[in-house]
């Protein structure tokens, strides 16, 4: 059985603040600490269950948060910037089942910590056939057009409220309560490692009654930006059209087409924002 983990670091209990996940500052390597120790928790828990092969994209800022050396199940490590699928680089149609490790909640949500949508700088809102999605629900289209299912989401509760949709019977751990955008009622390091270890175990052993994402097409993708400007450089791509001064549309029947063209968009933005 072979696992596809998509790891990001803010849904991580613990972490609250930048400085705990971006690479240069003091608290970095705590914080990557506590991101490894609940990655490995997810990965035993499948290996007691009887997974055996695991892929793990370490998907965070510049993307190298993650030391090879330290992950358990001889995981095969991606790792460093600029992939072509960004956080799904490297799913394919070979995997039984992706799990979405430390993730977090949507720029908009009321209480979410460290929340954005792929691009704080860029991005003020991102919608699905209407509904509101984070990086959960985007990253839901590689996963749908592969066929995989999505068997496992960790973070804080407004994580599991907006994967719930798209992946109705993954294994929700919540592993802290948001109290706002910088603050949240965090459990011990461990408590959060044996629910995820738990949780992982859970999902494998109820991997055949998990269904991959479903998506009615053509799909319809709103980006709304922070200013107009960015909104202009987004109609330099083919297929996006303006809705209003700060959003563009893109319709695609093609998941994994569509999934390109944001991750194209988040690219050319970040030229107008020093993140």
């Given amino acids: 059985m072979k696992l596809f983990l998509s790891t990001d670091f803010e849904g991580t209990s613990g972490i609250v603040a930048w400085e705990q996940i ?8 705590q914080g990557r600490h506590l991101l490894t120790n609940e990655v490995n928790a997810v990965i035993a828990g ?10 793990v994209n370490d998907a965070h800022h510049a993307m190298r948060n993650l030391h090879p050396q330290d992950l358990l ?29 430390s993730y977090h909640g949507s720029i908009g949500a009321e209480r979410a910590i460290l929340s954005h949508t792929y691009n704080p700088g860029a991005i003020w809102e991102v919608r699905l056939n209407g509904a509101i999605v984070g990086e959960s629900g985007l990253n839901a289209l590689v996963a749908a057009h592969y066929g995989v299912p999505i068997i496992l989401v960790s973070g804080d509760t407004a994580t599991a409220q907006e994967a719930q949709p798209l992946a109705p019977h ?5 592993v802290k309560e948001s109290l706002g955008r910088f603050a949240a009622s965090n459990l011990h390091p461990e408590v959060a490692c044996e629910l995820l270890h738990a949780g992982a175990k859970r999902a494998v052993e109820q991997l055949g009654r998990m269904e991959p994402p479903k998506f009615t097409l053509p799909v319809t993708m709103e980006v709304t930006f922070l200013v107009a400007d960015m ?23 093609n998941l994994l087409d569509l999934y390109r063209t944001f991750v194209t968009l988040v690219t050319l933005t970040r030229a107008l924002v020093d993140r």
């Fill in 231 to 253: 909104a202009d450089m987004a109609l330099w791509i083919r297929g996006v059209e303006r809705v209003n001064s700060r959003t563009v549309r893109v319709v695609e029947e």
């Fill in 22 to 29: 971006i690479e240069g500052n003091h608290e970095y390597a």
């Fill in 46 to 55: 499948a290996l007691e269950a009887g997974a055996s092969e695991f892929v």
């Fill in 73 to 101: 199940g001889r995981a095969t490590l991606i790792t460093g910037r600029h992939k072509p699928l960004y956080m799904m680089q490297g799913l394919d149609a070979s995997f039984d089942g992706v799990c979405f490790v």
């Fill in 170 to 174: 993954a294994e929700m751990v919540v």
